[in-house]
């Protein structure tokens, strides 16, 4: 049955309390079935080996033993090192090299003068160990957070609870908001402090780059820069930085002292989650293109925390219950935009928790966290999947490394391709890269096959990449030598 028929009666058997057969398998699944409790703040997906990293507050993760961090390879799941000893909340790629940002001060032995850690592929080092931060509010006794990091303009940037107090006269100071320069830490807003602030205990607080420019949610800030129209004044709502005056700028107008709750990038546009409705971008959502902010439907008549991507259609998470005309009901907190309306993921159970904070996707499968508590029978806690368990037969765990081979190895004019599938997976792919990279041929696997053959009698003598790729992810690969 089309896919699309399928969304469509699962709704309506939703609705109406109807049950659909193709619909059994639309559910919410516990991360921890023994009702352990993890917390997934972070997701990162590695664009150049296909690995997608998620950081939290775990020390096992789909039954594999993690501290805070670990990482699906497209076939399994793998702790990083030794993990840290305290959440993770944002990771990225910083000049190559992964980083890691959070709560902890050590992984292993190896101990961090703040909660920031880049990754060797073996350890997590620090950046440098002189530079110490604190909470702002020291010498109470709360844990220093950093909560997103990113790179922009060839920097690091830091946001979060932290705090530095140098020598005198300090000019290097900086409170929540930091930049590094592979040398030393700056304050990425002058003068720190006033100038830019993270609500108590906001972990949302977050970073994203955007036509070249750094935009910020969760913060508020002063705008202190002398060529800009808004000088003197408060800013709220979606924030973007300015580098060459080192403050901040609002950018719209209306936002009623509050911040933007979210930011995400999809499509060319910047998708901004809200605390309260806007009378003019929207119901607790908007889209901005850099120029302007348009409503996205009919919004939603609560908060939205956290966007993702789903089965090529842009998901908000939040507090919602529905649209913003009571319309449409969204009883998991989670809806999907096809364009031209928000829509409930079909699921056999509602969700008794309030809120979901944050999302993320690998492969088919839905990854949230928030107060989740029961859908239906199933404990979830606080973290969960849609509509694959991590626990059951399910396709992200069913291809392999050793699933796949081709033969004969040097060849000249074809290769055989030998691979074992269950019958129900489809849409595997197998492409053909020379060694910078670049895809030279892109064949579709069959389904089911034992042996495929390829012709490669357009390839020049020389050494290939062949790649076995399955939705997005990068499940094996094997170098080829065409020798005519």
């Given at each position: ?39 997934i703040y972070s997701f990162y997906k590695d664009t150049i080996t296909n690995e997608t990293f998620i950081g939290g507050d ?166 202190y820069c002398s060529l800009s129209p808004q000088q003197g004044s408060n800013v709220f709502g979606l924030i973007r930085y ?127 966290d928030g107060g989740l508590f029961y859908c239906g029978s199933n404990y979830l806690s606080l973290a969960a999947t849609y ?98």
């Open positions: 049955m089309n896919e699309s028929i399928i969304k469509y009666l699962c709704c309506l058997g939703f609705l109406f309390g109807i049950s659909i057969p193709d619909c059994s398998s639309q559910e919410f699944y516990p991360i921890a079935p023994n009702q352990d409790t993890i917390r775990f020390h096992e993760f789909a039954g594999v033993s993690a501290n805070n961090i670990i990482k699906w390879t497209g076939s399994q799941w793998m702790a990083v090192g030794d993990g840290f000893n305290k959440p993770v909340h944002a990771i990225t790629k910083y000049k190559g090299s992964l980083v890691a940002a959070g709560e902890f001060d050590s992984s292993g032995t190896t101990k961090f003068l703040m909660p920031l850690a880049k990754w060797d592929g073996v350890n997590w080092n620090y950046f440098d160990n002189t530079t110490q931060v604190v909470h702002p509010f020291w010498p109470n006794p709360w844990t220093p957070a950093i909560y997103d990091v990113e790179e922009f303009e060839n920097k690091l940037f830091v946001l979060g609870e932290i705090r530095y107090i140098g020598p005198f006269p300090g000019t290097n100071n900086f409170e929540d908001f930091a930049v590094w320069n592979d040398t030393i830490w700056k304050p990425a807003v002058l003068p720190s402090g006033p100038a830019l602030g993270i609500a108590l205990g906001n972990t949302l607080a977050d970073m994203i780059v955007f036509q070249n420019d750094l935009y910020l949610s969760n913060v508020y800030g002063y705008d300015n580098s060459a005056c080192l403050s901040v700028e609002q950018i719209g107008t209306g936002w009623l002292n509050t911040s933007a709750a979210s930011v995400y990038l999809h499509n060319n546009s910047l998708y901004v989650g809200m605390y309260i409705p806007h009378p003019q971008y929207g119901n607790f959502a908007t889209r901005y293109d850099g120029v302007n902010f348009y409503p996205i439907g009919n919004g939603f008549n609560d908060r939205v925390y956290n966007f993702t991507e789903y089965n090529g259609e842009i998901c908000a998470v939040g507090r919602f219950t529905g649209d913003g005309t009571t319309t449409h009901s969204y009883p998991n907190h989670i809806a999907s935009w096809d364009g031209t309306s928000w829509n409930a993921l079909p699921a056999s159970c509602s969700m008794t928790g309030a809120v979901v904070f944050r999302a993320g996707v690998i492969d088919s499968t839905i990854f949230i509509p694959h368990s991590l626990t059951g037969n399910n396709d992200l765990t069913d291809l392999t490394e050793n699933h796949f081979s081709i033969f004969p190895n040097p060849a000249s004019d074809k290769i055989t391709l030998t691979c074992i599938i269950r019958s129900n997976i489809t849409g595997v792919k197998m492409h053909i890269s020379d060694l910078s990279g670049r895809i030279i041929s892109l064949h579709q696997i069959q389904e089911s096959f034992n042996n495929q053959e390829i012709d490669i009698s357009h390839l020049s003598n020389g050494s290939y990449i062949v790649n076995f790729e399955y939705k997005g992810s990068i499940l094996a690969s094997r170098k080829l030598m065409v020798v005519k």
